[in-house]
């Protein structure tokens, strides 16, 4: 009998080295091909400079096309990484909360309340830009609210959070697509959230950016734990002291916040916060603690190389990465919900 279970705790010492260094991998390879990707990116486009020539451009001496490269494709460069980091790490939180494979801020609404609120703000007081995101997370706020009430009936079904949020997300992009066509499509910052296009983005915008957006990813950090206690069923977690209300309330503000954010300088980024968390489950487990990290660093491989491939594929014409995002995250979403026995009713 001992012998069994000395040979049990060995085989779970195995799986568990296994794990933490297929984890490791995951950090190592994803962060390698993150900085490829940004190398390869920076020399899309008709100024190419070798990585020497990069790095003295930047920090040695003044190169001409180094100059035109710095302020023309690292902004978009920049709100790409922090963007896709804040998008998927939003999505993670949602599906902590929600209790719900398959919530994404996009799928949800979040997205669609903060867009709209952003379109208003742009088209209407450009005076106060600077604060679009902060205006953005109020109309993420409401739309989690709206999804939320609407889709409580003695209780939450993942399938009706899923149900509702379709119907709150396709009303706020009619809203912002009315206010888009209203201003005759001349406005270009309207334009670029409701496209989600992110061409014209300069150092301004990433100014806007990065603050809420680091600040959401050190909050999202903090609450790992938590995220891991809300994986328990409440009963289980409220036996063991935690106010479970109170932290489903907390997290969904930072995830709201990350999404929000993103939302009012990139537009409404769908499939991202879906696709790359559940990659991130595969890759490193679901311990929130080593999952919310690699999604950062996942979240902003993945939008960066959307957008690479939008500059690439019609050129030189641009395709958004956000519609490159939908074009591949519609047929994983499908595939995600045929696979999920709970809602194959």
Known sequence: MSEDREESGRQDQSRKKRKTARAAASFIVTGVLLVLLIVVSVNIGSLKVSPSELFRGLFIKRIDDVAAIYDLRFPRIVISLFAGAAVAVSGVLFQ????????????????GGAGF???????????????????????????????YSLSWKGGLSPLRIIL?????????????????????GTSSGVASIVEGNITQKTWEDVQ???????????????FTKMCNLMSLEDKTARSLGVNVNLIRILVSLVAVLLASISTAVVGAVSFLGLIVPHIGRLLV????RALVPFSMLAGAFTFLLADTIGRTVAAPYEVSASIIMSVIGGPFFIIL??????YAA
Not at 96 to 111: Q, R, T
């Open 117 to 147: 609120v952003a379109v208003l703000i742009t088209a209407f007081l450009p005076v106060l830009y600077f604060f679009t995101p902060l205006f953005a997370f109020v109309g993420g706020v409401l739309a989690f609210f709206l999804v």
């Open 337 to 342: 919900l045929r696979r999920s026995k709970k």
């Open 285 to 288: 487990g679901s311990d929130h």
């Open 164 to 184: 509702t949020g379709v119907a709150v997300s396709a009303m706020f992009t009619g809203l912002s697509d009315a206010l888009n066509a209203m201003s005759g």
């Open 208 to 222: 806007t950016l990065l603050p809420y957006v680091i600040t959401g990813l050190v909050l999202s950090l903090l």
């Open 96 to 111: 902590a909360v929600l209790k719900n494979p398959l919530a994404d801020p996009g799928i949800i609404g979040i997205s």
